[in-house]
């Protein structure tokens, strides 16, 4: 596979240099050298592919500078008008007005991110949107308040619940709660004679 298939297949979603037909005739009018022209180039598409805004630090021109004379081009880029000197490198003044800001590259990223996500959870049938718990808290208070006490065993949960368990695991002679074999929940709450609501429970259940 030649070169540029191969670099072109990687590179698939990278963000793209606007060149406009036109520039050539501009560089021209600049007597722009070769070298000039090419380490020029070099600097929209290393600028767009770091999306620095055409900031450009003195380090980083030799990682994309190709031309054995790119010393030289970058001082005639800088007396031309093309570069102008900042505190830390060299800002691109020639055509970066054509390129696209990096914050909305970033904002149309994050949008097109957003726009996939939806689309995989709409084809699995999944939905995007997050259920409201019944209470800011997490708890759930549909529970009778009257029976939301410690419990007879001590164990802090609720005695509706645990007669509940209790009584339904009776036939597997064991409590989820007290782990008794038997399980004699039932038979201490009938034995207390309590003037509660358990016994209504009790009842209904036996």
Same mark, same amino acid.
């Given at each position: 596979?030649?070169?540029w298939?191969?670099?072109?297949?990687?590179?698939?979603?990278?963000?793209?240099?606007?060149?406009?037909?036109?520039?050539?005739?501009?560089?021209?009018?600049?007597?722009?050298?070769?070298?000039?022209?090419?380490t020029?180039?070099?600097?929209?598409?290393?600028?767009?592919?770091?999306?620095?805004?055409?900031?450009?630090?003195?380090?980083?021109?030799?990682?994309?500078?190709?031309?054995? %004379?790119? &010393? #030289?081009?970058?001082?005639?880029?800088?007396?031309?008008? $093309?570069? !102008?000197?900042?505190?830390?490198?060299?800002s691109?003044?020639?055509?970066?007005?054509?390129?696209?800001?990096?914050?909305?590259?970033?904002?149309?990223?994050?949008?097109?991110a957003?726009?996939?996500?939806?689309?995989?959870?709409?084809?699995?049938?999944?939905?995007?949107?997050?259920?409201?718990?019944?209470?800011?808290?997490?708890?759930?208070?549909?529970?009778?308040?009257?029976?939301?006490?410690?419990?007879?065993d001590?164990?802090?949960?609720?005695?509706?619940?645990?007669?509940?368990?209790?009584?339904?695991?009776? %036939?597997? &002679? #064991?409590?989820?709660?007290?782990?008794v074999?038997?399980? $004699?929940? !039932?038979?201490?709450?009938?034995?207390?004679?309590?003037?509660?609501?358990?016994?209504?429970?009790?009842?209904?259940?036996?």
């Open positions: 596979m030649p070169f298939r191969s670099y072109k297949a990687k590179t698939s979603s990278a963000v793209w240099l606007k060149i406009s037909d036109d520039f050539g005739v501009v560089c021209a009018g600049l007597e722009l050298s070769d070298a000039a022209f090419r020029h180039v070099e600097s929209l598409a290393w600028a767009m592919h770091r999306e620095n805004g055409g900031h450009i630090h003195a380090n980083e021109v030799k990682r994309f500078a190709e031309s054995h %004379e790119f &010393e #030289i081009a970058v001082s005639e880029l800088v007396e031309k008008g $093309c570069w !102008s000197v900042t505190e830390d490198g060299y691109i003044k020639l055509h970066m007005e054509y390129q696209i800001e990096p914050k909305v590259i970033n904002a149309r990223r994050q949008k097109n957003q726009r996939q996500r939806k689309s995989r959870f709409k084809l699995a049938g999944i939905s995007t949107e997050t259920p409201e718990s019944p209470n800011d808290n997490g708890r759930d208070d549909t529970r009778d308040a009257g029976l939301d006490g410690s419990g007879l001590g164990s802090g949960l609720d005695e509706q619940t645990h007669l509940g368990e209790g009584l339904n695991l009776v %036939e597997k &002679e #064991i409590c989820a709660e007290c782990g074999d038997p399980c $004699c929940c !039932s038979e201490i709450w009938a034995d207390s004679k309590a003037d509660s609501k358990l016994h209504k429970i009790l009842e209904t259940k036996w």
